[in-house]
């Protein structure tokens, strides 16, 4: 099975500043990766799918990019709404959908 | 628009049977290229995806509960029941489902398309005690 890892695991970043976040695949899965975000006490919503494609109706400040196996998120100029728990997922059609651990970020 | 929204019960007794339901609105699970996920949450844990079924009833489990789960669709309801069997404590969780419509331009993998989950259930808690 395919394992996904992120680092951070968490961050703290001050509104305006550019931050990232690096996924990881233990094999190569070409693009086939999400990005979600989920807020405490709600339901995650994606991000970025394929890698790098923007879903409708999220902000330009977030972009996606990398194939293989790693993968990163990038926020270009961070919000306080961005704040929330962010996890990669992989899809496999063998075996489904895989997520990653998560990471937490924290707008100063 | 595309809903879905989870429903059963919030309370489970350990060694019971758990059953929950996805009611959506907004597609079809007859429609080629979609599927409906089931994912969990425990208190503070990451999303963990328990099952998926697709539009030709194609289904895939979590490798680690396999042999306790069960998806199932009723597409004249347009419903997705989950049943997951011998339910313990670490099984209280939150538990989500979601629309997967299948994305032809991410190309084909082991003749598989890519799918991805952009519509979500607010999700339903369930907590196993007795």
């Known amino acids: 099975d395919i394992q996904m890892t992120q680092s951070p695991s968490s961050l703290s970043a001050s509104v305006g500043d550019r931050v990232t976040i690096t996924c990881r695949a233990s094999?190569?899965?070409?693009?086939?990766l999400a990005w979600y975000q989920q807020k405490p006490g709600k339901a995650p919503k994606v991000v970025i799918y394929?890698?790098?494609s923007l879903e409708s109706g999220v902000p330009s400040r977030f972009s996606g990019s990398g194939s293989g196996t790693e993968f990163t998120l990038t926020i270009s100029s961070l919000q306080p709404d961005d704040s929330g728990t962010y996890y990669c997922?992989?899809?496999?059609?063998?075996?489904?959908?895989?997520f990653g651990p998560g990471t937490r970020v924290h707008v100063k | 628009q595309i809903t879905l929204k989870e429903s059963g019960p919030t309370l489970v007794k350990p060694t019971q049977t758990l059953t929950l339901t996805c009611s959506f609105s907004?597609?079809?699970?007859?429609?080629?290229?979609?599927?409906v996920g089931w994912i969990r949450q425990p208190p503070g844990k990451a999303l963990e995806c328990l099952a998926l079924?697709?539009?030709?009833?194609?289904?895939r489990y979590s490798p680690s509960l396999n042999n306790r789960l069960t998806i199932t669709k009723d597409t004249s309801k347009n419903q997705v029941v989950l049943t997951m069997s011998n339910m313990a404590p670490v099984d209280t969780a939150t538990y989500y489902c979601?629309?997967?419509?299948?994305?032809?331009?991410?190309?084909?993998?082991?003749?598989?398309?890519?799918?991805?989950?952009?519509?979500w259930g607010e999700g339903t808690t369930v907590t196993v005690s007795s």
């Open positions: 394929l890698a790098s």
């Open positions: 079924i697709y539009w030709d009833d194609d289904k």
């Open positions: 094999q190569s899965i070409s693009t086939w």
């Open positions: 907004g597609f079809s699970l007859s429609t080629s290229g979609v599927g």
């Open positions: 997922q992989h899809y496999n059609g063998y075996s489904g959908f895989t």
């Open positions: 979601a629309h997967a419509p299948r994305m032809p331009r991410g190309g084909t993998q082991g003749g598989y398309y890519y799918y991805y989950m952009d519509v």
